[in-house]
Every structure is written in structure tokens, then in C-alpha cells.
């Protein structure tokens, strides 16, 4: 009966569900083993101490920012030289934006300090002046930013001192000297006013690394994970379904309920097959109905000269 299994259209049917299946079931462990990062991740971070309650270290040595150097207290001695503001940064729910300084180490290199954050619109704004000379900052240590970081302005198209986005490689662009691909935000921000703003600069919080908390795209795992499983048992569905119509179908011709037809067993909705006797019979009435050359009706013009030649006669 399960014959039909071996013909060439079940064959690629079989070969088809025979990688789906493993394809699916691969790419559901996947999701689900980044989702378990991410959890682990986040235990561990809560199990450990603040990085801001660690002793302050060297801004090279904490260098390349990570999971674990990220929010560490750092170190860098220099001067202050570009500042830009970054807009529409939200602190304690309220719309502001951040003042920025470039600082010049002795290495050549300028490392990002976020001095404070100011309520308002940065267009037009007036900042504090940033201090002169040769300074020591102490700063929470921070991974440069992406376009999916909290309140990054990927868009582009920025008055001239704006900044969308903390990161190295746009501030490369901007400045004639390299830059640090990390930034450090002042724990206790500079006093002073700032005419129009609305009072001093408050100090930005060093934010979690990113991939290091239960957030959305950890629950996006979880989710993709399911559908995985989801398509894996859908498929091996589809297969029993399709498997048991073909057997129903071969088991109706075997008993004579259905005609076989040439591509296989006819279907109960599809047209029967023609039946020679019907068919003969069918031409047999239209060759009868047909009316021949004897059985034409006369017309009343050829009447009159049949009667005369028989008259004749």
C-alpha cells in the first residue's frame, strides 16, 4: 500500500522533510542557547558588585571595553579641547541632552567625557565653560555606542556641534586627531549654571553593558525559538496528512471504489472516466437523427412534374 512512497514525486517530498526537520530543530537550539546567555549574563551580573564601588584604574588598562570593564572607574589625565552636545537624552524623564568634551592625553588620543546632562533643547543652548589646563578625570568607563543604544540619533542631519552618537567612528569624522573607542561619564558633574537650561549640569549614569540583562531582544530568542519548534513539528504534520490521503486513495482503487487512471487514482471530485458502451450508444442516436438524401421533404415545385411523369406513363 505504502508503495508510492518510492516514486519519484515522494522521493523529493522525503528528501524535502528530511532537512527541514534537523534545519528547524538546529536554528530552535540556537535561539534558545542565546537566550540562555543572555539569562546567564544577567546572573552574573547581579551577583556581582557595582564596577562603580572599584577601585579607579588607568584608562589603558581597562581597555578594551567589556562586560566586565564596563562601569569601571577610570582614569585619564589631559586637556580639554572639542565639545559638542548630544540631543534628545532622557534622564529621570525629562528631555535634555548631554555636554561632551574631547580630552587629549599625553598618548595623542582623545577619550569621550560626558560632563553632565542639561534639560531643554540643545540648539542654541549655552553650556558650561569646560576647565582649563592640564586636568585628571575620573569617569565611569563606557562601550562606544551603535544605533541600537538607548537615544541614539542614527538619522543624521545635525546642526553643526551635534552629536547623534557617542562612538569612535563618527567622532573620527569630526575631530583632526584619534579618539579613544570608549567614553567615560562623570559620577559628580561640574557645578554651574547654564543660562537658559535651567540650572547645573546633573551627572549622567553609567549605563549596562549591552547583552548583559533580560531585555527585549532576550524574550526575541525565546520567541524565535518556539516558532523554530513550531515550523519543525508542522512540517512532519504536513507529511503524516499528505502520506495518509495517498494511502486512502490507493486503498479506494484496490477495492474497486474509485477508477484508476493514468497518473494514478482518479480523485472522488475529478470527472469518471468515459464509458465505451455509452459512448457508441451515444453515436449510434445521432447517426439515426441524421436525415440522408431519401428522407429530404419534396418541395411543391418538384410535386407537379412527378404527377405529369406519372401521367405519361
Known amino acids: 500500500m505504502y508503495r508510492f512512497l518510492l516514486t519519484p514525486r515522494w522521493w523529493g517530498i522525503n528528501l524535502f522533510v528530511v532537512l527541514a526537520i534537523p534545519f528547524c530543530v538546529f536554528m530552535g537550539t540556537w535561539q534558545l542557547g542565546r537566550f540562555e546567555d543572555r539569562v546567564q549574563s544577567h546572573e552574573q551580573a547581579t551577583k556581582q558588585p557595582d564596577p562603580s564601588t572599584r577601585a579607579a584604574e588607568p584608562l589603558d588598562e581597562l581597555l578594551p571595553v567589556d562586560k566586565v570593564t564596563s ?29 561632551l568634551n574631547m580630552l587629549r592625553t599625553d598618548s595623542g588620543k582623545a577619550l569621550p567625557v560626558v560632563r553632565g546632562w542639561l534639560p531643554g533643547s540643545a540648539s542654541g543652548a549655552r553650556v558650561p565653560a569646560a576647565p582649563e589646563g592640564e586636568v585628571t578625570v575620573t569617569g565611569d568607563l563606557q562601550a562606544s555606542e551603535n544605533i541600537n543604544s538607548d537615544g541614539v540619533n542614527a538619522r543624521g542631519g545635525l546642526p553643526e556641534g551635534q552629536l547623534g552618537m557617542i562612538s569612535a567612528a563618527t567622532l573620527v569624522n569630526l575631530v583632526p586627531y584619534d579618539v579613544y573607542d570608549a567614553w567615560v561619564t562623570l559620577p559628580e558633574a561640574e557645578a554651574g549654571g547654564a543660562t537658559g537650561t535651567g540650572g547645573a549640569m546633573k551627572p549622567v549614569p553609567a549605563a549596562a553593558p549591552q547583552g548583559s540583562g533580560l531585555d527585549l531582544k532576550a524574550f526575541q530568542n525565546l520567541g524565535y525559538t518556539g516558532e523554530w519548534f513550531v515550523f519543525a513539528g508542522f512540517v512532519l504534520f504536513m507529511w503524516f496528512r499528505l ?29 469518471a472516466p468515459e464509458d465505451p458502451s455509452a459512448e457508441e450508444a451515444v453515436k449510434a442516436v445521432k447517426a439515426s437523427s441524421v436525415p440522408g438524401p431519401s428522407d429530404s421533404p419534396e418541395s411543391p415545385e418538384g410535386a407537379a412534374p412527378k404527377a405529369r411523369e406519372s401521367s405519361e406513363a
Open 71 to 99: 562601569g569601571r572607574p577610570a582614569i585619564a589625565t589631559g586637556t580639554y579641547a572639542d565639545q559638542f552636545l548630544v540631543p534628545d537624552r532622557e534622564l529621570d524623564d525629562r528631555q535634555g541632552f548631554y555636554v
Open 243 to 271: 502520506v495518509r490521503r495517498e494511502a486512502e486513495a490507493v486503498r479506494d482503487v484496490a477495492l474497486g471504489l474509485v477508477p484508476e487512471t493514468e497518473d494514478g487514482p482518479a480523485s472522488e471530485d475529478g470527472p
